[in-house]
């Protein structure tokens, strides 16, 4: 509005409309400021989503261009039984890992909500694994994973339980690596724990006047309105987990057998180290387009799940 | 808090039940602290027992039963990583590394914030959708491509595809950025506006300053995730010079003697050190910065 009157007075002074108004000017600076932002969109996704696309339809071995193949590598993946393999394995790794790294980084936050002695401790403590990169967890869990010889079962065989072959068991694998996601929560709960101190506390007061028990303040109160950062944390935790890669590169490298051969190693085998970019590049829109599909359900569904507080008060 | 706010008393009971309430709260407080410490042994012992480690003998890996803590403390360890591999070389190039891709986003990051925050132009609210929705985009798909691109124009084996991406805005920490940008009172930029001030003046002399527990969250969590990075040095960078820290403690295995215990765990300490550090330095900053910056929704 401000910028409104602006140029009405600069039309009345020069009798005319200028070319570039106040707010025009604004949009120009404006567009130059977000240029960098604009620029990285056409460099680093449009393009090269577009490009990938295209080698999804050839053989590219990157010795020779491209050569045209239509859609053969999307009808090869239909007989190539690793791809199955490799669903198999991050479908049931990300619907374990997903819904229990949200349940666990929720208790931990509950647990940081406390106002107890030597809180801040505690919260640091449960912190400071996230921050810890793959390869350090890697090296790390190996050793305290190892059947004979590692700490993990020595402790478990001290309390007279036997501890499983934890990174050799084809059918134990998978578990193990969802165990040590968890020990990466800290991070999620500290988000959790911003959103918990946001929940307005005279709420929980007024459901207390009404008789409300802890369970159902935590259940009526607390859920819906943290629902959105649940709801996000879900969100990114399936597109993380989906594309784990370091892990079982460093830790198991797909083993044993094939029973952490992610989806992404397999992809990342066919690029680098088999050099079939085209092949990859249709593992990779296939998983890009199961992604999608699973923000979007989310997304959509959220309607149903999630709280959004100024929809309810109608701002 | 849930808990807290029940065993708040209430009047009408207060005399009756003010004994049972007593031994019923510091039960709950028993229940607590033993949950916090016992759950918390568990986050912190892989990381004290590394610690350890990285003192141990050699030989340790492979004694049974395997000790928590050193027999004997040996601080060679330490040196040795450094004769073993480049291991000051590889610090210096993570640090390297780092250091750009931190100042990248940093700067490209608050820009294109300052803009979507408190620029008024066509089509901001669309982009900004678009903003959101890069953020959900996986990286696969880009993967390849990327690769072919950097690959053609000869840029293999060098710092730019691990760090360029840093400086065209990368789409969470602008996001970030621009919901603390919005709490700051649009009426200082009016302000400096009748003051003469342009758009890059009260970006760069008003909002930035104000702006840096949130800019401080975000160079962190830029550090963490270019320090941490694995798979695109593994990809980009093939000369053993060039190495990042992360491919540097991993090749460490590939040596004679590199697999044993304390190595490893001497290499891995010094590799997660700085995180730690700039986390203990930051602390407040990481906090503050994620209350703020609206990751609450």
Not at chain 1, 229 to 255: E, H, K, N, P
Not at chain 2, 244 to 257: D, E, I, K, W
């Amino acid at each position: 509005m401000a910028s409104a009157q602006t140029s009405l007075d600069a039309g009345a002074i020069t009798r005319r409309r200028p070319f570039i108004t106040q707010s025009r000017r604004e949009a120009i600076v404006a567009y130059l400021f977000i240029s960098p932002w604009l620029l990285g969109l056409l460099i680093f996704l449009v393009g090269p989503i577009l490009l990938s696309f295209y080698f999804s339809l050839t053989k590219y071995t990157l010795i020779k261009p491209p050569e045209w193949l239509g859609f053969a590598n999307y009808e090869r993946m239909l007989t190539d039984p690793f791809v199955g393999i490799a669903l198999r394995v991050t479908g049931v790794y990300t619907l374990l890992a997903v819904p229990l790294g949200t349940i666990v980084a929720l208790l931990i936050a509950l647990l940081l909500n406390q106002k107890v002695l030597g809180i801040r401790v505690f919260r640091t403590i449960f912190y400071m694994p996230s921050l810890i990169s793959g390869v350090a967890v890697a090296i790390v869990f190996s050793w305290l994973f190892s059947h004979r010889l590692g700490i993990v079962n020595f402790v478990l065989s001290r309390l007279g339980l036997e501890g499983p072959n934890w990174l050799g068991d084809p059918n134990v694998v998978l578990w193990t690596l969802v165990l040590m996601s968890l020990w990466g929560t800290g991070g999620g709960a500290v988000i959790f724990l911003a959103a918990l101190q946001g929940v307005p506390q005279s709420l929980y007061e007024a459901a207390e006047l009404d008789g409300a028990g802890a369970l159902r303040k935590f259940w009526h109160i607390t859920i819906p309105l943290i629902s959105p950062v649940i709801m996000f944390s879900v969100i990114t935790g399936v597109i993380g987990t989906f594309q784990t890669f370091t892990i079982s590169y460093l830790m198991t490298g797909g083993g044993p057998g094939y029973a952490t051969l992610f989806y992404l190693l397999y992809l990342y085998r066919n690029a680098f180290n088999w050099f079939e970019m085209g092949y990859a590049s249709a593992l990779a829109w296939v998983l890009f387009v199961i992604i999608l599909f699973f923000t979007l359900i989310l997304l959509r569904t959220s309607s149903l799940w999630v709280y959004y507080e100024s929809a309810g008060r109608g701002r | 808090m849930t808990t807290i706010a029940q065993t708040q008393q209430r009047p009408v009971y207060k005399t009756k039940r003010s004994a049972r309430r007593r031994v019923s709260d510091a039960l709950r407080l028993a229940f607590v602290y033993a949950l916090l410490v016992g759950l918390g042994a568990l986050f912190i012992l892989p990381l004290l027992w590394t610690v350890s480690s990285s003192v141990k003998p050699i030989g340790a890996g492979v004694k049974f039963p395997p000790e928590f803590l050193p027999s004997q403390i040996v601080l060679d360890n330490y040196p040795q990583v450094f004769r073993m591999i480049p291991f000051a070389r590889y610090f210096l190039n993570s640090a390297l590394v780092s250091t750009i891709a931190v100042t990248g986003e940093l700067l490209s990051a608050s820009l294109v914030a300052f803009a979507f925050a408190r620029l008024r132009f066509p089509g901001r609210n669309i982009l900004f959708l678009v903003l959101l929705s890069t953020m959900m985009l996986p990286g696969v798909v880009t993967m390849i491509p990327q690769f072919v691109i950097w690959k053609t124009i000869g840029l293999i084996n060098t710092y730019a595809p691990l760090t360029a991406g840093a400086f065209f805005g990368p789409a969470f920490s602008v996001f970030l950025l621009r919901q603390f940008f919005l709490t700051i009172n649009l009426e200082l930029d009016e302000a400096a506006k009748v003051d003469g001030a342009n758009e890059f003046r009260i970006y760069w002399q008003i909002i930035l300053p104000l702006a840096k527990p949130a800019l401080a969250t975000i160079g962190i969590f830029s550090f963490l995730g270019s320090w941490n990075d694995f798979m695109g040095p593994l990809i980009y960078l093939s000369d053993t010079d060039l190495y990042t820290l992360a491919l540097g403690v991993n090749y460490l295995r590939s040596f004679r003697g590199g697999g044993e215990l304390s190595y490893q765990m001497a290499a891995a300490t010094m590799f997660v050190a700085p995180c730690i550090i700039l986390y203990f330095v930051a602390q407040r900053f990481i906090i503050q910065g994620i209350v703020t910056t609206g990751l609450k929704g």
